[in-house]
């Protein structure tokens, strides 16, 4: 199984200040034969499911504010909030769907400063 | 609008069983494949099943394999997950899922509010 690991477990950032979590598989999730990354980056807000954030490693779903990005290739992966508000206040999990089973990191808890 | 609705959870002893279903609505459901995915209290997201557009394929985790079954039914828009023989650790919110392409892999693009399952004597 490909295990994904999260760092940190929780960070708090001040208003309008950048948040960055990173997210490392244990092994690569780059398929070669489409060179495509198989990384999602998903956002539970308190007391909902899982929103789709970022998949494809970097590629912003429909409807997300330009402020999430994603970046990172290979094992190494970062999500970025460029400018914190107070609606971002949430657990950011990590996904590899590479390979069966899909796994999630454990979650990076933001919290405003 | 992408719709999907679990039911089916609730209190359940150890060694019982229980059937969840998911109502899919506001779009092709037959085009997509579909999953499972649950959370325990307070813990993280753990993927539990998939099974593809035309139910071809299907996956499960170790930890419910040979326990949980996997089904969909095109005409009535659901998805389906029968649990046997559940156990204390199989308590959790189960959360369906759809996954944005129709056979091969791809990010969860919509989910469910979840249905609670507890296993508890």
């Known amino acids: 199984d490909i295990v994904m690991t999260q760092s940190p477990d929780s960070l708090a950032v001040s208003l309008g200040e950048r948040a960055t979590i990173n997210c490392k598989s244990s092994?690569?999730?780059?398929?070669?034969?489409?060179?495509?990354?198989?990384l999602a980056w998903y956002q539970q807000r308190p007391g909902q499911p899982p929103k789709l954030l970022i998949y494809?490693?970097?590629t912003r779903e429909s409807g997300v504010p330009d402020r999430f990005s994603g970046s990172g290739s290979g094992t190494d992966f970062t999500l970025t909030i460029s400018s914190l508000q107070a609606e971002d206040v949430s657990i950011y999990y990590c996904?590899?769907?590479?390979?069966?089973?899909?796994?999630f990191g454990q979650g990076t808890r933001v919290e405003i400063k | 609008e992408v719709q999907l609705v679990e039911s089916g959870g609730g209190l359940v002893q150890p060694g019982g069983s229980l059937r969840l279903s998911c109502a899919a609505s506001?779009?092709?459901?037959?085009?997509?494949?579909m999953n499972w995915v649950r959370q325990a209290p307070g813990k993280g997201l753990e993927w539990v099943s998939y099974?593809?557009?035309?139910?071809?394929?299907?996956y499960y985790a170790d930890s419910v394999k040979g326990r949980f079954t996997i089904s969909r039914d095109k005409a009535k828009n659901s998805l389906y997950l029968q649990m046997n023989s559940l156990r204390a650790e199989d308590t959790a919110v189960y959360y369906c899922?759809?996954?944005?392409?129709?056979?091969?892999?791809?990010?969860?693009?919509?989910w469910g509010q979840g249905t609670l399952v507890t296993v508890s004597s």
């Open positions: 092994q690569s999730v780059l398929y070669s034969s489409n060179n495509k990354t198989y």
């Open positions: 899922a759809r996954g944005r392409y129709s056979s091969s892999s791809g990010p969860l693009d919509y």
């Open positions: 996904q590899q769907y590479y390979s069966t089973p899909w796994t």
């Open positions: 099974i593809s557009s035309s139910s071809s394929t299907i």
């Open positions: 506001g779009f092709t459901f037959s085009s997509y494949s």
């Open positions: 494809w490693a970097s």
